[in-house]
C-alpha cells in the first residue's frame, strides 16, 4: 500500500452501500481535494465516483486505500449543503452517496461497465470443434459478432450466463473482459472569442485582413462566428493573424439559454393591504434564523407577488432565494413573472432542460453569479451557499414528493435546509396540505392570509350538477349536463374561454366485452386498459402495455367491445360535436410528451386561439388566464374511491384549485360541478370554499385513525416476479418486524405493524406487489424501529429478485 504524507478523506460513494468511508490522498492532489469535490475512488474491484465530504475519521489507519483520481477542479456543491446530505441520507434510509448523486445534475457521475470481447483464440476455438459447452458455445457465437456488457450478453443469449462460465472462458484465454469508464458527460460549452492584440500596420496586410482588424478595433472581442457574419469568410484568416501576433483567439464559457422568447420587463404593482402585511412579516424574520411561514391565499389573491417582494428583500440584502414551484408547466408562468420583475438574475432547474443546460444553470448558482434560482422539486438541491429564503409554492402539490430512488419530499426537505441554514422558509397555497395546516395550528409554522382575490374580484360561483339523474342517458348527455352545455355557449359566444376538467385521460377508461361482460386488462398489471381513439388503440396507464383498437375480448373471442368509462379524449369529441365552431385543445400526458408543447398550449390560452381547454389535473395548477371565465368539472368524484387515507383531501385541492381558475380577470367566473356523490363532504367543502370546515373535519378523521400528520409512517413495498417467492418475502419481513417490536416492547410498543398485505394495485407491469405499514404517533421511534431493522436484517432490502423499497412518509398508498 502506499504512504501517504497527507491526511485521509472522509467519501461517500456514489453506489448502493451505507455508511462513508476513508481514503488516503496522493500528495500532488492533497491542495485540490476538498469538501465538495468529486473523486475517483477504488470500491471493491471496481472503481467509483466519490465525494468528498471532509477530513476522515482514521487517519492512521494502515490498510486504507488512496484515491485514484480528483475529478474537479472546485467543488461542485457548497460544503454547507452536506448536514442536508447527511439528513436526507439518514432520514430517507438511502445511500448518502446516491443521495449526493440523486442531488446533482445528471451527467456528473462515472460509473464502470464491463464488457466482454472475444478473442483470437476464442474465434478459432468457436470454429473449430469440440471443447465448448452449448452456453459457452452461445456466448462465443454472440461475442464473435460484437463486444457486448454484461446485460446485453444476458439478453441476446436469453438466459442468465453465471459468472464461473465466463472466468471459465476468460482463464482460457477465449475472452477478454474490459472495464469500461463511462458517464460524467455534462461539460461546459465552450466558445471561440477573438480580440485584437495590435492595431493593423501601414501596409503589407491583404484588404481582408486589415478589414478583420479594424472591426475587432472597433468591436473589441467577437465571438468568431459573429466576426464570420460581419467579415464574410473571416474565419480562413484567422490562423495566419494569430501566428502573426495581431489577434489572439481564445475560448469563453457560453451558457446554454434555456428560455425562449424575450420578455418585456414589469413594475411591481401597488400591493393589495393583506398583501402588504405578508411582506413586512416575512421580511422582518428575514436574517433573524428559522422561521416557517404558511402564506394561505385563495385562488388568484396574488400569491407570486408576495413572494416576488420576498426574494428582491432576500437580494437587497445579499443573500440568495430559491424558489420551488410543482410542474413545469408552472414553472414557465412563474419563471416569466420573475423574469420579467428580474431580467438575468434567475436560474431555472427542471427536468425540461438538457443535462448540458441544467449543468450551467448549476454552475451559475454555485458560482453566486444568480441569486434567485426557480426550480420543480429537485431544485431543493440548488448549490446556494448563502440562502436568504427558501420558497415552496403550491406546496400541497404532489409532485414535491419523489417516488422511485430516493423517496423524499422536497417541500419537507426545503423546511430542513432552512433549518439548517437558520434562515426562512415560506409556504404558499390556496388549499394548504393538512399537515401543513396542522403544524400552523399547533404553533410551529406561523400563518399569513389572502384572504380575499386581487382587486377584490369575487370568488367564482359553484353550481353543484347532479350526475345521477343522468345515468340512463346515451351519448354525450351522460357526462355534459344541459347546464354546462349551456353555460359554455354563453361562453363562447360572449368570446371568452372555458375550460373542461377531468382527472382521467384517453377515450374509454373501462372497455367491456358486450358478449361475455369481461373487462379488458392489462396482460402485466392488475388494471383495466384503456382505449385511446388518437392512437387507435388500448393502453395500459401503469406499464404503456398496448394492444391495437381491433383485439378481441381475451375471454370469449367476441369483436363487440362497449367503450365505457370516459377519458379527457371522449370529453373533447363530445364539445366537439355539440360545438363545431369552437377551437378546443387538450392538454394530459398523451399530447404533452413532447418538449415544449405544454408551452405551446400555455400560448394558444394567452393569445386566445384556443377557445375551450379540456384537460387532466395538468389544467388545474396555478395556471392564470384572465379570459377564462367558465369552468366545467365533469365528474368530480374519480380520485375520490382511491384506497388511501388521503383521497378526501386530494379531492377537495384538485376541486378547489380547478375551480380557481375561473374568472381572475375583470369578468366573473362560474364553475359546474357535476358529480355523483353530491353530498360528500369533501365536495361540498370544495364548493363552498371553505378549506377551514374541510380542515376541522377531516382532521377528525385523521385523528381517530391515527393518521399523518397526527402519525408518523413508513411503507415497505415488497415486490417481485415470482407471486408465490414475493409472498413469501414479504411475509418474512412482516415476521423481523413483529420479532423486532416483541423483543424491544419498551421502545416499540406504540408502534403499529399493519400488514404484509398485497398492495391495492397487486400487479404492476409483471411484478407482484405487498406492502407492510408501519405506523407511531412517535415519529423518532419510528426511525430507530427502522434503523434497527435494516442493521439486523441487511440481507431482506438487499436481495434483487424481491426488492424491497423504503418509503418514509409515504404519498402515493396504492
Ligand atoms: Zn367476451
Ligand atoms: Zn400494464
Not at 464473435?144 to 446485453?152: F, K
Not at 462566428?225 to 502573426?244: D, G, I, K, M, N
Request: net charge positive.
Amino acid at each position: 500500500m502506499t504512504e501517504f504524507a497527507a491526511p485521509s478523506l472522509e467519501v461517500a460513494v456514489a453506489m448502493p452501500v451505507r455508511g462513508t468511508f476513508t481514503y488516503g490522498v496522493p500528495e500532488s492532489f492533497v491542495s485540490a481535494a476538498l469538501p465538495g469535490v468529486r473523486v475517483l475512488a477504488p470500491f471493491g474491484r471496481r472503481r467509483a465516483t466519490g465525494y468528498i465530504l471532509g477530513p476522515g475519521c482514521s487517519p492512521d489507519q494502515k490498510d486504507i486505500k488512496p484515491i485514484l483520481d480528483v475529478l474537479d477542479e472546485s467543488p461542485v456543491f457548497p460544503a454547507s449543503m452536506i448536514p442536508l446530505f447527511r439528513w436526507a441520507a439518514d432520514y430517507y434510509k438511502h445511500p448518502l452517496g446516491e443521495v449526493i448523486q440523486a442531488a446533482l445534475p445528471g451527467g456528473m457521475t462515472f460509473f464502470e461497465r464491463v464488457a466482454f470481447s472475444i478473442t483470437e483464440k476464442g474465434l478459432h476455438q468457436l470454429n473449430g470443434d469440440g471443447g465448448l459447452t452449448e452456453l459457452e458455445r452461445r456466448v462465443l457465437g454472440r461475442l464473435a459478432r460484437a463486444r457486448l456488457r454484461a446485460l446485453e450478453l444476458r439478453k441476446q443469449v436469453g438466459q442468465e450466463v453465471p459468472g464461473p462460465v465466463l472466468s471459465g472462458l476468460e482463464r482460457r484465454g477465449f475472452l477478454v473482459r474490459q472495464v469500461l469508464l463511462r458517464g460524467g458527460a455534462a461539460k461546459p460549452l465552450l466558445e471561440r472569442w477573438v480580440r485584437a492584440r495590435a492595431a493593423a500596420p501601414a501596409g503589407g496586410l491583404s484588404a481582408k485582413k486589415r478589414t478583420i482588424l479594424e472591426t475587432l478595433a472597433s468591436a473589441g472581442e467577437l465571438q468568431v462566428s459573429e466576426l464570420a457574419a460581419r467579415v464574410p469568410r473571416a474565419a480562413a484568416h484567422l490562423q495566419a493573424l494569430e501566428q502573426a501576433r495581431y489577434v489572439e483567439i481564445f475560448r469563453r464559457r457560453l451558457y446554454r439559454d434555456p428560455f425562449g422568447e424575450p420578455i418585456p420587463p414589469d413594475s411591481a404593482p401597488a400591493l393589495t393591504v393583506a398583501q402588504d402585511a405578508a411582506v413586512r412579516k416575512v421580511c422582518a424574520a428575514l436574517g433573524k434564523g428559522f422561521r416557517t411561514f404558511l402564506l394561505k391565499g385563495v385562488t388568484s389573491s396574488g400569491k407570486t407577488e408576495v413572494y416576488m417582494r420576498v426574494a428582491a428583500e432576500a437580494v437587497a440584502s445579499g443573500r440568495s432565494a430559491l424558489v420551488l414551484v410543482p410542474e413545469i408547466a408552472l414553472i414557465s408562468q412563474t419563471e416569466r413573472r420573475f423574469r420579467a420583475r428580474f431580467g438575468e438574475q434567475i436560474a431555472v432547474l427542471h427536468s425540461g432542460l438538457s443535462e448540458g443546460e441544467r449543468f450551467d444553470q448549476w454552475t451559475r448558482i454555485l458560482r453566486g453569479e444568480v441569486r434567485i434560482a426557480i426550480g420543480v422539486r429537485s431544485a431543493v438541491f440548488a448549490p446556494f451557499s448563502d440562502l436568504g429564503v427558501i420558497i415552496v409554492d403550491e406546496e400541497h402539490d404532489a409532485s414535491y414528493k419523489q417516488e422511485g430512488g430516493l423517496h423524499y419530499s422536497a417541500r419537507d426537505l426545503a423546511v430542513v435546509r432552512a433549518q439548517q441554514l437558520k434562515t426562512v422558509a415560506l409556504l404558499g397555497s390556496a388549499t394548504p396540505s393538512l399537515q401543513s395546516y396542522y403544524h400552523v395550528r399547533t404553533g410551529k409554522y406561523a400563518e399569513l392570509a389572502l384572504p380575499q382575490r386581487i382587486e377584490e374580484r369575487p370568488l367564482p360561483d359553484i353550481r353543484v350538477v347532479d350526475l345521477r339523474e343522468r345515468r340512463d342517458l346515451r351519448g354525450p348527455g351522460r357526462f355534459i349536463s344541459d347546464e354546462l352545455k349551456h353555460a359554455l355557449g354563453g361562453t363562447l359566444s360572449r368570446g371568452e374561454q372555458a375550460l373542461l376538467f377531468l382527472n382521467r385521460r384517453g377515450f374509454a377508461s373501462f372497455p367491456v366485452c358486450a358478449a361475455c361482460g369481461s373487462a379488458l386488462r392489462c396482460q402485466h398489471c392488475d388494471i383495466s386498459l384503456t382505449l385511446h381513439q388518437a392512437a387507435n388503440a388500448y393502453r395500459c396507464h401503469y406499464c404503456g402495455f398496448s394492444r391495437p383498437a381491433t383485439a378481441v375480448c381475451d375471454a370469449c373471442g367476441s369483436s363487440k367491445i362497449k367503450r365505457l368509462g370516459m377519458g379527457t379524449e371522449k370529453v373533447e369529441s363530445a364539445v366537439r360535436a355539440l360545438f363545431p365552431q369552437a377551437r378546443i385543445a387538450r392538454m394530459d400526458h398523451d399530447t404533452t410528451r413532447r418538449k415544449g408543447s405544454i408551452l405551446s398550449l400555455l400560448k394558444g390560452l394567452r393569445e386566445r386561439t384556443v377557445d375551450v381547454l379540456v384537460g387532466t389535473q395538468m389544467v388545474a395548477k396555478g395556471h392564470d388566464f384572465p379570459a377564462i371565465t367558465l369552468v366545467g368539472i365533469i365528474c368530480a368524484d374519480l380520485s375520490l374511491s382511491f384506497p388511501d387515507f388521503r383521497a378526501g383531501e386530494r379531492t377537495f385541492q384538485l376541486l378547489a384549485q380547478v375551480a380557481g381558475r375561473a374568472g381572475r380577470g375583470e369578468r366573473p367566473g362560474q364553475v359546474i360541478l357535476q358529480t355523483y356523490n353530491p353530498e360528500n363532504f369533501n365536495i361540498r367543502a370544495a364548493r363552498d370554499q371553505d378549506f377551514e370546515a374541510f380542515y376541522e373535519k377531516e382532521i377528525g378523521f385523521r385523528k381517530a385513525l391515527g393518521y399523518p400528520p397526527l402519525a408518523r409512517m413508513i411503507q415497505l413495498r415488497i415486490s417481485g416476479r415470482d407471486p408465490q417467492r414475493t409472498r413469501q418475502s414479504a411475509e418474512r419481513l412482516g415476521e423481523y418486524c413483529r420479532s423486532l417490536k416483541v423483543a424491544d416492547r419498551g421502545n416499540f410498543a406504540t408502534l403499529d405493524i399493519l400488514g404484509p398485505v398485497e398492495a391495492a394495485l397487486a400487479r404492476i407491469a409483471g411484478n407482484f406487489r405487498w406492502q407492510v405499514l408501519l405506523k407511531s404517533l412517535n415519529g423518532g421511534a419510528l426511525h430507530r424501529f427502522m434503523d434497527r431493522l435494516i442493521a439486523e436484517h441487511p440481507q431482506a432490502f438487499a436481495a434483487r429478485s424481491e426488492r424491497v423499497v423504503i418509503d418514509v412518509d409515504p404519498f402515493f398508498m396504492m
